[in-house]
């Protein structure tokens, strides 16, 4: 059974930054892709950055240059660095994972449909 368990959520000044984790169970990097997305109050949920299987990263247009995705597989644990934080970045994160290989075509390059997601954690940043 895949479980993801997001951590590093808090309140942070404009500029600021935070480091978020997400700790994975039953699950391999080296079959699926992993990504972080986020949801705002009233919005939909969009995509933020995804490492593929062989560590290729991509990104948002909002979070090229500001946040940094990375995974330890010694760990079973991925990262989401994210730097020169803004109001508009303020909302919950969620750590997802794909369907593997044989899924539908998903949000990011190299990567299929999102089916696994953790419980997210809140990120509020206040100017």
Known sequence: QVQLAESGGGSVQSGGSLRLSCATAGYSYDSYCMGWFRQAPGKERERVAAVERDGTPHYSDS?????????????????????????????????????????????????????????????????
């Open 63 to 127: 979070a090229r240059g500001r946040f940094t995705i990375s995974q330890d597989n010694a760990k079973n644990t991925l990262y989401l660095e994210m730097n020169s934080l803004q109001p508009e970045d303020t909302a919950m994160y969620y750590c997802g994972g794909d369907s593997g290989p044989r899924g539908r075509p998903g949000p990011f390059p190299g990567c299929s449909d999102f089916r696994y997601w953790g419980q997210g954690t809140q990120v509020t940043v206040s100017s």
